[in-house]
Nanobody, 123 residues
Framework: QGRLVESGGGSVQAGGSLRLSCSVSGDTYCFYDMSWYRQAPGEEREFIASRSAIGVIMYADSVKGRSTISQDSDSAKNTVSLQLNSLKPEDTAIYYC???????????????WGQGTQVTVSS
């Protein structure tokens, strides 16, 4: 019940921009806190940004001021986009979307991860 579907990513030159999108499929009743992580080769997965179901937003220092996480539309719950600007070669990584289901009646705790999407930034 509920899986994350990601889109976006690709290859850009330094200074360019990319937009990643993520949505929860197959779970239209429950709400999710949504977040983005990334993992570079040989590195641990790290937090990038999050948007809670009630709209609280947080960013990692590494992307603060260069990235924007947003819900795609007021009616599109459990969907988020991550706009990445002023990209640097060190932003190269696989980017993963994560959804944490908000616990309420009929909605138990659950954690879902997307399949990951590659972002490559060349200098």
């Amino acid at each position: 019940q509920g899986r994350l579907v990601e889109s976006g990513g690709g290859s850009v030159q330094a200074g360019g921009s990319l937009r990643l999108s993520c949505s929860v499929s197959g779970d239209t009743y429950c709400f999710y806190d949504m977040s983005w992580y990334r993992q570079a080769p040989g590195e641990e997965r790290e937090f990038i940004a999050s948007r809670s179901a009630i709209g609280v937003i947080m960013y990692a220092d590494s992307v603060k001021g260069r990235s924007t996480i947003s819900q795609d539309s007021d009616s599109a719950k459990n969907t988020v986009s991550l706009q990445l600007n002023s990209l640097k070669p060190e932003d190269t990584a696989i980017y993963y979307c994560k959804g944490d289901r908000v616990v309420r009646k009929w909605c138990g705790a659950a954690e879902r991860w997307g399949q990951g999407t590659q972002v490559t930034v060349s200098s």
